[in-house]
């Protein structure tokens, strides 16, 4: 791609800025986002993301979007995972593995209801939000 | 019918302290005898920390906290809040009223971590929406280098590897050197036991290092940076090459960086896992293909670093600082922590904690906050003991240090240290010899064996250690444990072993009891040193279940079913399976 200068970096930046911001917001696509540090994968985030994966295919949710991120620094509850939808609240999950990713799309995703028992907590407030 | 609220519980499947099990029941039948079952839906969740103020409770989406809840207050709760849309002002949360900037209740502050766990490492452009290439973009336009460097010395930014030298100043002295080809190198030769803060980094946030090397580049006119990583970090290194590769595709890595003139790229060299190669000085030395050894300070990397050219080097979380500081001025930065020491640290917090994980927190947070509110407390409801910090670089906190303010200065006084970060949580069943032997076995095995003090000092502490816990040790050994170890400490070349006796001196300081039971009565209280333990059977307690026998992964228990049993000691490896595994507390450990 062409090398950006100072003004098409600030345009891309608005533009990305804007879709992040936008994620569970603006429309009815899911974000589930998958803590895949060297932390999460030891303790199973493959698992998950492969049943999260598998399970948006077999029930044809074209609607969801899978990322992966970092160590979100949560290690006594690996893997982590954030589910971000329109209708209900930013929520954390912590220890999924392939049943309760399994449940969250059951639950969370199809059933507007939270998966008791694995919800944790944001760490941190974020510095960009506030 | 869809939900309108939902109440979170803290803690209830892992929390025994707290009555959030019985608040968790009553809000269900408040909720049910008020009609609202279809629109509120109250679920259990992990542990939110605060733990002091428990039980908590969270109501969603609108975010209120409540603490303290107890089981009677869950109807005025439902009927309020949930049903009127008032919520109950005398239990919801308070923030203290000295709040450091940026700080919740959730005592934890993310500036190090801003991107880890938010974004996809392997995706530039989700770094760039949250204002990431915005501190390089400021330093290529708007700035001149002794502007940038003046912001850093303006921020207080000290360098987070352990030694928390002043950053600014560093990069003064390789900008005011004269040469014809001056490094930037990224310290990711991450060793201590315990932390792994920069792995996190440079997985979840690679791009913010890239940032800060190249506004580094434009400081002291650099125009190669080299990433020194070890290779016992294959993903952080894959999402290293992944960021560069990305960095170039958009020129801000390469030639005429935004336009500004500036040329500057990055490489990665990979270390081979010697712990000595994190200090900079063996750093250089593995990275121009030498043994990675150090050398006397000075000269400084600064003025003679790398192939004997000025060389800026600093530590990844350092410099994951900088991008921030760049963006939001040194000021900004300056407000956060403590007055000598700016800004965040990141802790990695391990051991016997309910909640380990990586945490950053402002400088000046305390070691009860940190154990406490955020870690959850000690795991399994044990006594806490004390917390090792800085690795086996560093040494004890004990309970009457819990309130000490925590930043360099404060850790150096009470003869700990910050070092990179790593704190392990230590309760009553941890002793304190086998830990600190642990700590110099590792240097002994680590220590580079160039100067003497180093490879003879720290091979003798250990022997001594060795034989406390085995229980041949003599008083003496106190004496010249102390001897070596401030031997070892004023004379050895480099920071691996001038801080090598730290574990020791400081143990001995604050628990110099335990080491005299060792000595003296040859008894190990915390039952870890194995030579000085013996398990056996209280014949009168012992009601015959037969339970430890199975348990037993030598088989030397032997008794009939209904009889008391007894344990073969010659065959016994002294595991504690059996002490784990007797309801009777008929096993005894002496």
Known sequence: ?130 | MNIKHYCLVCGVSGCKSSKADAVYHQLLSAGDSSGLSGEVQIVKTGCFGLCGQGPILKILPDETLYVGVKPEDAEEIVKEHLVKGKPVERLMYKTPKETKPGQSYRKQLRLVLRNCGVIDPENIDEYIARRGYTGLEKALSQLKSEDIIEELKISGLRGRGGAGFPTGLKWQFTAEAEASQKYIVCNADEGDPGAYMDRAVLEGDPHSIIEAMTIAAKAVTASHGIIYIRAEYPLAISRLEIALRQAREYGLLGENILGSGLHFDIELRLGAGAFVCGEETALLASTEGKRGMPTPKPPFPAVKGLFGKPTVINNVETLANIPLILDRGGAWFKSIGTEKSPGTKVFALTGKIENSGLVEVAMGTTLREIVYDIGGGIRDGKKFKAVQTGGPSGGVITTDFLDTPIDFDSLTAIGSMMGSGGMIVMDESDCIVDVTQFYMEFCVDESCGKCAPCRIGTRRMQQILNRISKGTGTLDDIEKLKSIGLATQKASLCGLGQTAANPVLSTLKYFEKEYLEHIEQRKCRAGKCKDLVSYTIDAEKCIGCTVCARKCPVHCITGERKTAHTIDQSKCIKCGACLEACKFDAVKIA
């Open chain 1, 1 to 130: 791609m062409e090398k950006l200068t100072v003004k098409t970096l600030q345009k891309l930046r608005a533009e990305h800025k804007e879709d992040m911001e936008n994620r569970g917001v603006q429309d009815d696509t899911i974000h589930i986002t998958i803590g895949m540090g060297t932390c999460g994968i030891a303790a199973g985030a493959k698992e998950a993301l492969n049943m999260f994966l598998g399970e948006a295919y077999t029930r044809k949710m074209d609607n969801i979007v899978i990322r992966q991120t970092g160590c979100m620094g949560l290690c006594h509850a690996e893997p982590t995972v954030e589910v971000k939808m329109k209708s209900m609240p930013d929520t954390l999950y912590g220890r999924v593995d392939g049943e309760i990713a399994k449940k969250i799309i059951s639950s969370h995703l199809l059933g507007g209801r939270l998966v008791s028992e694995y919800i944790f907590d944001y760490p941190a407030g974020d510095i960009y939000k506030e």
